[in-house]
């Protein structure tokens, strides 16, 4: 197929490029748009004008969580917990219905920072412990975009976008940051996981040494669990790698946030800041269960999250700054229905699928916004919204449109209309979800084709039957051919547009290094990541060269890709 | 296992019979809820003084919907449609969250009438056309106990209790009756269903003669589709068996049940009535398409039962009688997500299984209280309720518990306590759950376990491994045996005390008999089921006699117990 000439109609030079599928729409209503976004910026300016600074903007986002499992009363009494500040916030803003992110925690998270697909930014590999892998410097973050606006901005929790030195936030644009490189598998680092829910590699050292181990290389030795940097300054592990200090993360996390926040209230300085939490550990708490579910998942909603979200709600009232402060609060993406550790209350809600799935389970989360006075209360919200809209949004609401860089495609839509002027104001209709690099379904509207099918021969004929009706069948169960025949050319057209568009404007390839360079304070183990010419003086080959070939890995459609978050 | 020694500790004479578990809570309970029991009826005998009567008491039940698709927005946004008037009626009201109800259509409704499940009355088997089967007379249905305490006590819509003569509603004690004795099935005699919807048996004289057919018999000729009749009088066919006249019928329900309400309010007389509509038909009805999910469920809830539900609450405060009437609504199973006809909108929402299953999603149903006044707004309620509460708790609630036989297991408790002080007032806290005649799960709490496993090995040995906590797995997709050892020999014990108690009360067998006797009007060809004799007159066996042994139609494990509703 020859490179496809697209008209240069992206109305030009410091226009942002999005996917082709957006300028579909934008023909249809673009004059609309226009202007409904004239009386949004007026009534924006009107808030300045009282405010003296545009909308402070807070970023919450937990793991793993289905559909339902927050904001809806009638289904967490089900599923045996209860988060009332999370459920206020809904009944005082917006319950979204259809908010889609990535399908896996590092997907997710940089799709919110960048604005773009994790198959676009390179960060569709979900990270693991020592993954020498990390966002690329060359991304620009919603840090970067807001800063350059005047905004201080600081990220707190689960950063899960690598272990490369680029890629930590305060290198990333954020003036101050306290982040994880991974996921909730360090708290498997204690003693306390002999209990039964050990990760081996992890608690190596707590056992008998095996008298039969040839290799003293293959075992992760050190890592750094938690670390802090600000912009420009240096960085610095915090505390140990012990479960003791897993545990202070998130208390640590939030305390740092109220204080940024009051910090910058009272400098009357308009911030952005992300707490993602680590919200519970993967170990069996049981002197601390909380919830009727008495489960992991439900304890740290109900006992962690939530109380952190009301303690916020309450510290912007107090600081009198609530009604210039758009909260966003939601899931990474859905439950950890495979692989869970045991006893740990992931299931699926109304969704088929959980972390990892292209299906609307793996994808679909709760979500929810708050920003008294200019969102409405009591909203239920059908409208489509992508976890990459955040970023264009909150640029949008932070006048720092200009800021975001328009050689590439960012796949965030402003959706400002859709917050300020409530349901059927939203600007997307449509989804592509990726699994790892491989397109896995194409969302437009109510309707959901599979792109991977389970049954290879009708891939193989290139017609595969799983066209889906999302609200008689949100289950994705019942594929149809017969009655959706007609949708087989336009869903054709639209994955088309946006592969051909990819030849303009490529995607990003995964960037690696040595993980954890640039820790001031790195334990020696840490530091000798770097130089394993140390240990293995006698190789034949670089020791190290496999680190540039990690994207290499194959990737199968057998393989299951939920594995880590 | 010789007869059990049941000490006849249940209070004596005049008092109800239930389940053995009942016991069990009893014992703990009692006295607390002899206490809770005069607070109630003081608050009652108050609401009396001041209106005159006893409560009203109204049933709204209709088929095959999934817990969510009713009451949540945040839910039926996903599916689709809109139910404003029900959901107001949860907002004002409660939600149950544990509603339960029998597996499939004439099961619940026998349940609800009754008080007694499914397999203690004999209707376990879900009618079909000329079943020639019915609830027996020797049943007590709400309808007698009611009509007795001074009741005036209606029925309109579906019945699906039976095609034979002691089974008609107004022979159950009903003062009057519009009802069809079998389901929505009988919407597909219609040419309209040759438009691919098509029952062939239903629709034989439509099509073209077959030249091949010997036997005139085997097929379907005709029948009731709906009847009316007061208590005593007689029994008319209404209208004939066309499309038109099965479209007419729940208009005409509500009608006669808003008529009712009116006559009754304006008399000063108390009343209990079910308006069980029909909802829909089998059929597309594309030009009525009336949802966003354009589907036969939706269309049914959103334009029919909602608009109804909505005119009845307007209707009941006009009168300036809301305030003396309690209205349950809800589903009378789960969603016919087992052999749907296509395109009807049928789904799982967040409980695996539908119609027929002993799974959650079987018999977990939306279900509402309304009752202004007297049961608080916004309740969302986690106790535990099974459909033949309702038939306790509206005697108890007429002053007609004494009207309750007690020489059998009456299933159904009083729930008076939960309604009207709300939750964790409940009185139960198990169900057992029949898939036809086989007990398929037992709920005790949160914790459930199949007594009909899918593994064959584990359930010859005695030691199936399908224990659910239903909080962490409410699809009930992880069962444990490890983590519940613990907890074969309660549910045994359990089990084991609900069958011992049979032996002092047993089920009641299936009723069987000629089809539609009685009937004044009936045609030539309805009259003939009672007279095959005269067709079949060379027969060397009487053609009837298979009536009788209707129940020995062998159930097996591998059958699929949800066909039909």
């Known amino acids: 197929m020859p490179p496809p000439l697209w008209a240069d109609n992206t109305d030009g030079a410091g226009q942002l490029v999005h996917d082709a599928e957006f300028y579909v729409l934008k023909a249809q209503h673009g004059e609309r748009w226009a202007v409904e976004d004239a ?117 707190h929790g689960k950063w899960h976008l690598g272990d490369i030195e680029e890629s930590y936030p305060h290198n990333q644009g954020f003036d101050e940051a306290f982040f994880t490189g991974y996921n909730q598998i360090l708290s498997l680092n204690s003693d306390v996981a002999e209990q039964g829910n050990a990760s081996l590699g992890l608690v190596e050292d707590l056992f008998p040494k095996d008298p039969f181990m040839l290799d003293d290389t293959f075992i992760t030795k050190d890592w750094v669990q938690i670390a802090e940097g600000t912009k420009g300054g240096e960085t610095l592990q915090w505390r140990d790698n012990s479960y003791e200090t897993y545990e202070a993360i998130d208390p640590e996390a939030q305390k740092r946030t109220l204080e940024f926040i009051t910090r910058n209230a009272e400098a009357g300085k308009p911030f952005y800041v992300a707490n993602w939490p680590m919200m519970s550990t993967f170990l069996p708490t049981r002197p601390k269960n909380c ?107 932070g006048g720092a449109m200009d800021n975001i860089p328009t050689d590439r495609v960012i796949d965030g839509l402003d959706q400002t209309a859709l917050l300020l002027n409530g349901e059927t104001h939203g600007r997307r209709d449509y989804q592509f979800t990726y699994a790892g690099p491989r397109l896995g379904a194409v969302i437009k509207g109510n309707y959901k084709r599979h792109m991977i099918s389970p049954d290879p021969v009708g891939e193989a004929s290139g017609i595969p039957a799983a066209f889906y009706f999302l609200p008689t069948d949100p289950r994705e169960v019942l594929p149809m051919m017969t009655p959706m025949i007609h949708m087989k050319r336009p869903f054709n057209r639209m994955v088309l547009r946006h592969e ?22 790195a334990s020696d183990a840490v530091k000798a990541h770097a130089q394993p010419q140390m240990v293995l003086k006698d190789l034949p080959f670089d020791p190290l060269e496999y680190i540039e070939h990690l994207d290499q890995i194959p990737f199968d459609r057998n393989m299951d890709p939920s594995l880590g978050q």
Request: aromatic residues 8%; charged residues 20%.
């Open 291 to 397: 919830s009727v579910a008495r489960a992991m998942l439900q304890d740290g909603l109900q006992c962690n999250v939530d109380v952190f979200v009301g303690k916020l709600m309450d510290h912007l009232e107090e600081l009198g700054i609530a009604e210039n402060t758009l909260v966003i609060a939601m899931a990474d993406n859905g439950p950890m229905s495979h692989n869970p550790p045991p006893g740990t209350g992931f299931a699926e809600t109304i969704f088929r699928g959980g972390k990892g799935d292209f299906l609307e389970g793996g994808v679909r989360v709760p979500a929810f916004a708050w920003w008294p006075g200019m969102v409405d209360a009591g909203q239920v919200q059908g409208d489509m919204i992508h976890i990459t809209d955040l970023f264009t949004t909150f640029a949008s609401l």
């Open 39 to 155: 009386g949004l910026q007026a009534k924006l300016a009107e808030l300045k004008e009282k405010h003296g600074t545009p909308p402070n903007l807070i970023h919450i986002m937990w793991d793993d969580t289905a559909y339902g499992d927050m904001g809806i009363p009638a289904i967490q009494k089900i599923r045996g917990f209860d988060t009332p500040n999370i459920n206020q916030m809904a009944q005082e803003g917006i319950l979204f219905t259809r908010m889609y992110t990535e399908v896996g925690c590092t997907p997710s998270r940089a799709a919110a920072a960048t604005g773009r697909m994790a198959v676009r930014n390179g960060m569709y590999n979900i990270g693991m412990l020592l993954e020498s892998h990390g966002l690329d410097d060359e991304e620009v973050t919603i840090a970067e975009v807001l800063s350059e606006a005047g905004y201080a901005t600081a990220f």
């Open 500 to 521: 051909l568009w990819k030849k303009k404007y490529p995607d990003s390839q995964e960037k690696h290094g040595i993980p954890w360079t640039g820790v001031a304070n």
